[in-house]
C-alpha cells in the first residue's frame, strides 16, 4: 500500500507523523471517508466541498487547493490500483508544541490512505440488523459542532462502545433534548405512511453525503422526503428503517431496542433505494483510470 503524506508516497511500514503533530495530541483535524467504485471515485467534489467546510470552522487552513486535494486522492488511488475500495482523507493541525495554542503549528498535514473496509458482517445487509439506543448523547452544536468531521471522534466512539457492550454494531445517539440525531457513524431515515423521514441537521445529523443521495433518489423515485424531529418512539412504530453512511453504504435495520421494525426484515422502499444506490455508484464519480 502507498500512503501520500504531504506530497509523497510511503510504503505502510514507513508511513509515519510526528509525535508532536496536534492531530495525535488533541484530536485537532479533519478527515472524510470517502468510497471508490469500478474505478470511479464517488462523490468526490461533495466529500472534498465537506472537508474544506469543517476546515474553515476550525480555521484550519489546508496546505493544498480544491482541486490539488481531488487529484491527490484520484493519484494515490491510482498508485495502489484501486478500482473498489475505500479512501480516508486526513488534515491535521500539523506538528506543534505540548500545549494546546495552534498558532505553533505552522505545517498541517494531508494524509491520504486508499485501501479497502468492510464495516458491517455482508450477511446484516440481507438479514438486516439490531441496533440500540445508548446514553451518550450527541455533542452541542454549541460545544463541539457535529457538522464538523473532526478527528476528536470520543463522543461517538464512547457510544459505539455502549452498543458494543450490548451486543449491537451500533447505536442511535440522541440530542440534549431527546431528538434523534444519528447513529455513531451512520445517518438514519425511517419510513412511515410512504413517506421517507430522516432527522434535521439541527438535531445533531452529519451532513452525510450518502444521507444526500438517498433522499434524492427517494424524490426522484417520487417518495416524499422529510426532515422532522424525531423520538425513539417514531423509530420503533416505523414501517421500515435503513443507515447510510459512505463506508455503511445502506444498512437494513429490523430491531430497535428490542422492538421487531415493520415485518421484521429489509423493507420495499429500502430495497428499492439499496438497488438504486448501487446503479448509482457503479456509473458515475471522478474516473481513477483514463
Not at 458482517?121 to 450527541?138: A, D, F, H, K, S
Amino acid at each position: 500500500m502507498k500512503i501520500y503524506i504531504d506530497g509523497k508516497y510511503y510504503d505502510e511500514r514507513n508511513a509515519r507523523i510526528s509525535v508532536f503533530d496536534h492531530g495525535l495530541l488533541y484530536g485537532d483535524g479533519i478527515f472524510e471517508g470517502i468510497r471508490a467504485y469500478n474505478g470511479r471515485v464517488f462523490r468526490l467534489k461533495e466529500h472534498v466541498d465537506r472537508l474544506f467546510c469543517s476546515a474553515k470552522s476550525i480555521l484550519l487552513t489546508v496546505p493544498l487547493t480544491h482541486a490539488g486535494v481531488m487529484a491527490a486522492i484520484v493519484e494515490t488511488c491510482r498508485r495502489n490500483k484501486l478500482r473498489d475500495g475505500y479512501i480516508r482523507l486526513v488534515v491535521t493541525r500539523g506538528p506543534g508544541t505540548l500545549g494546546l495554542n495552534p498558532n505553533r503549528c505552522k505545517s498541517p498535514s494531508v494524509i491520504i490512505i486508499a485501501g479497502k473496509i468492510q464495516l458491517y458482517p455482508p450477511e446484516l445487509y440481507q438479514q438486516g440488523m439490531e441496533i440500540v439506543t445508548v446514553p451518550t448523547t450527541r455533542n452541542l452544536h454549541s460545544a463541539l459542532n457535529p457538522a464538523i468531521k473532526s478527528l476528536n471522534y470520543l463522543n461517538n466512539i464512547l457510544a459505539k462502545i455502549e452498543a458494543n457492550n450490548a451486543g449491537c454494531e451500533e447505536a442511535i445517539m440522541l440530542n440534549a433534548e431527546g431528538f434523534v440525531a444519528e447513529c455513531t457513524g451512520d445517518n438514519i431515515f425511517v419510513v412511515k405512511e410512504g413517506r421517507l423521514l430522516t432527522p434535521p441537521l439541527s438535531a445533531g445529523a452529519l451532513y452525510g453525503i450518502t444521507r444526500r443521495v438517498v433522499m434524492d433518489l427517494a424524490a426522484q423515485s417520487g417518495v416524499k422526503v422529510d426532515e422532522p424531529h424525531l423520538t425513539r418512539y417514531d423509530l420503533i412504530n416505523a414501517e421500515e428503517c435503513f443507515l447510510t453512511g459512505s463506508a455503511a453504504e445502506l444498512m437494513p435495520i429490523v430491531k430497535i431496542d428490542g422492538r421487531v421494525i415493520g415485518a421484521g426484515k429489509p423493507g420495499p422502499v429500502t430495497k428499492k433505494l439499496v438497488t438504486q444506490y448501487h446503479a448509482l455508484t457503479k456509473a458515475s464519480g471522478q474516473p481513477i483510470y483514463e
